[in-house]
T-cell receptor, first 114, second 108 residues
Framework: DAGITQSPRHKVTETGTPVTLRCHQTENHRYMYWYRQDPGHGLRLIHYSYGVKDTDKGEVSDGYSVSRSKTEDFLLTLESATSSQTSVYFC?????????????FGPGTRLTVL | KNEVEQSPQNLTAQEGEFITINCSYSVGISALHWLQQHPGGGIVSLFMLSSGKKKHGRLIATINIQEKHSSLHITASHPRDSAVYICAVKAAGNKLTFGGGTRVLVKP
């Protein structure tokens, strides 16, 4: 299994509070991705990174920001959490940048915003 | 209409049966992925296809680029194959578009 961890694995928070999710990899892969998974929508890309300090938006980026100061860590921040951001969040990595490359997924973080 | 449609949404089979899951997409693609999501939530990449057919153990994936269609077959299904199977394509822009998944239950 690819060395990808996510923390925390579960979090319950209140509307309006900031939340940061962490993705950590030990594979030295250049590309990292954040997805959310919701019933009826499947997986949707929030943001991705193609190198240290290099990030770009996905299809559902509103309300989220990311940072990547080291190759191994990719942080997802909800500046002011809303109930619509209740979801399961998955981090993924890939060695190459083409989306035809295999992506390896982390175990997921279940976030509940009350 | 979603760019990636999977059918069926749910499938129940008896152990040993041959299973087929379908994925249709409406855009030009460079590659198609099949993923497996275990009941515990973990996601594993099974195949990446750009043409033809790939086989891994009891799993076979095929793609027809002209018809914008892919199938995932499970031969001699087993209860441990019970999972959600997800199709994803590289659509417009630099992103993957995912289907809604097919929930497979294999009964002993």
């Amino acid at each position: 299994d690819a060395g990808i961890t996510q923390s925390p694995r579960h979090k319950v928070t209140e509307t309006g509070t900031p939340v940061t999710l962490r993705c950590h990899q030990t594979e030295n892969h250049r590309y990292m991705y954040w997805y959310r998974q919701d019933p009826g929508h499947g997986l949707r890309l929030i943001h991705y990174s193609y190198g240290v300090k290099d990030t770009d938006k996905g299809e559902v980026s509103d309300g989220y920001s990311v940072s990547r100061s080291k190759t191994e860590d990719f942080l997802l921040t909800l500046e002011s959490a809303t109930s619509s951001q209740t979801s399961v969040y998955f981090c993924a990595i890939s060695e190459g940048g083409r989306l035809s490359d295999t992506q390896y997924f982390g175990p997921g973080t279940r976030l509940t915003v009350l | 209409k979603n760019e990636v449609e999977q059918s069926p949404q749910n499938l129940t089979a008896q152990e040993g049966e041959f299973i087929t899951i379908n994925c249709s997409y409406s855009v030009g693609i460079s590659a198609l992925h099949w993923l497996q999501q275990h009941p515990g939530g973990g996601i594993v990449s099974l195949f990446m296809l750009s043409s033809g057919k790939k086989k891994h153990g009891r799993l076979i994936a095929t793609i027809n680029i002209q018809e914008k269609h892919s199938s995932l077959h499970i031969t001699a299904s087993h209860p441990r194959d019970s999972a959600v199977y997800i199709c994803a394509v590289k659509a417009a822009g630099n992103k993957l578009t995912f289907g809604g998944g097919t929930r497979v239950l294999v009964k002993p």
